[in-house]
Nanobody, 120 residues
Framework: VQLQASGGGSVQAGESLTLSCTVSGNTFEIGTMAWYRQASGKQREMVASISTGLSRTYADLVKGRFTISRDSADRTVYLQMSSLQSEDTAVYLC???????????????WGQGTQVTVSS
């Protein structure tokens, strides 16, 4: 099982970006998917999560600016980011709770991260 994130880049403050993360490999079930970020010299923090029932959770700093969504058929989670600020500069990592096989339990899987740089 692998998670592949894409969509990062360098933008100006106020602009938008959309990140995507796709699960590949054999999976029996995919549960909650989430985006985290880690800025240089700081701890990793949860940005947003979305359950299989489409219940969404957002960090206070991104509420109203970021939107998380998922496409179960494509096994992809998206993060639409608008009104980006320099404080949003970080490596963004996707995360998913996955049950690889019917006979195995749930595990936490991480993507490789994609860099988002916002210039003011």
């Amino acid at each position: 099982v692998q998670l592949q994130a894409s969509g990062g880049g360098s933008v100006q403050a106020g602009e938008s970006l959309t990140l995507s993360c796709t699960v590949s490999g054999n999976t029996f079930e995919i549960g909650t998917m989430a985006w985290y970020r880690q800025a240089s010299g700081k701890q990793r923090e949860m940005v947003a999560s979305i359950s299989t029932g489409l219940s969404r959770t957002y960090a206070d700093l991104v509420k109203g600016r970021f939107t998380i969504s998922r496409d179960s058929a494509d096994r992809t989670v998206y993060l639409q980011m608008s009104s980006l600020q320099s404080e949003d500069t970080a490596v963004y990592l996707c995360n998913a709770q996955i049950r690889p096989q019917r006979t195995r339990g749930w595990g936490t899987y991480w993507g490789q991260g994609t860099q988002v740089t916002v210039s003011s």
